[in-house]
């Protein structure tokens, strides 16, 4: 039973991973041919491909990390290697919910109608409100590594001067447990910003809909499909996000459990769902993304189709 389960977890995790750096590969790569194509870019496609770059990274460092920590518990890894691999995957952990904070941010801008002062001077400044959460965010980002750094330095101390194997195991589980507390602790800034525009975007929704309740129910509205469309993603993201993080956590307090908990198996699966299905919402979010996919799953399937009639 519990070898299948394993199988099966295994099979989840690397489905989730390969499938992930596809989603995001064919983002990136989409967004850069029609760049180069066009030679200008806006300002979603922008962030939709630094976005779609830094969850690949996230990614493979998750893939490794979940990796390091399953197999090697027992204080075999070297500290080395698990102070560069956190680093990496906190960098671009980072940039990763802050530039979905900030595709939050510009469709509430863009789509949410409100008569405020304060409102329309953010809506005509985006790209100031986007280099004012980029500096907020290299200033957290400073803060986290440096916070990091000196918990995995307290640690190594620690490891050095008792050489009891009882001791070292017992304290290499909790350096992740501190690492990760330190990064979520950081991180819930960007998801509150999120959920405040996810709530501000239902509000202005509830304000259209009411401005527009004597309007014939067969007129089209833009401004509300906008709206709900905006708002799928945002909640998309903000529960993938309580996925990954409530995950991450069981996974490393997990051990605790010895090997009774089945459950702990699945962890790895919710941590990588963030990163690989957030690029499936994003791109069925988005219209130029949606078309495109859909036209090359169009293409594939023919020439699969055509391959079969070639080989009967």
């Known amino acids: ?29 989409l967004n850069i041919m029609d760049w180069v194509k066009r030679r200008k870019i806006s300002s979603v496609d922008q962030i939709l491909t630094a976005l779609a770059i830094s969850r690949i990274t996230v990614l493979w460092s998750l893939y490794i990390m979940v990796s390091i920590f399953s197999e090697y518990s027992d204080a075999e890894v070297t500290m080395t290697t698990v ?10 952990q980072h940039f990763s919910i802050w530039l979905a904070t900030i595709l939050s941010i510009l469709y509430f801008l863009k789509i949410a109608s409100f008569s ?11 790209k100031k409100v986007v280099s004012v959460a980029l500096l907020m965010s290299l200033f957290l980002l400073f803060l986290n590594i ?24 017992k304290n290499f589980r ?22 405040t525009m996810f709530f501000l975007l239902i509000f202005s929704l509830w304000k259209h809909l ?8 067969n007129s089209r509205d833009a401004s509300g499909t906008a709206h709900i469309n905006a708002l799928k993603t945002v909640f998309a993201f903000l529960l993938l996000y309580v996925i990954f993080t409530f995950s991450l956590f069981v996974h490393l307090w997990s051990y605790e459990f010895g090997e009774r908990k089945l459950f702990k198996y699945f962890c790895p699966v919710g941590i ?5 299905l957030h690029s499936f919402v994003l791109i069925l979010g988005n219209r130029k993304l949606r078309q495109t996919s859909l036209l090359v799953l169009s293409v594939l399937r023919c020439k699969i189709q055509g391959c079969a009639l070639l080989c009967f």
């Open 210 to 217: 009411k401005k527009i309740k004597h309007i014939a129910k």
């Open 116 to 126: 405020n002062s304060i409102f329309l001077y953010l809506r005509w400044r985006f």
């Open 146 to 169: 440096l916070v990091s750094n000196i918990h995995i330095d307290m640690w190594m101390n620690k490891f050095k001067t008792n050489a009891s194997y009882s001791y070292k195991l």
């Open 272 to 276: 990588i769902a963030f990163p690989s």
């Open 83 to 92: 102070r560069l691999t956190y680093l990496i995957w906190v960098i671009f």
């Open 174 to 195: 909790q350096i992740p447990k501190l690492l990760v507390l330190t990064n979520s602790i950081v991180t819930l800034i960007p998801f509150a910003v999120s959920m």
């Open 1 to 29: 039973m519990r070898a299948a389960i394993q199988v099966l977890s295994a099979t989840m995790l690397n489905v989730e991973f390969i499938t992930g750096n596809f989603g995001n590969g064919f983002i990136a790569v």
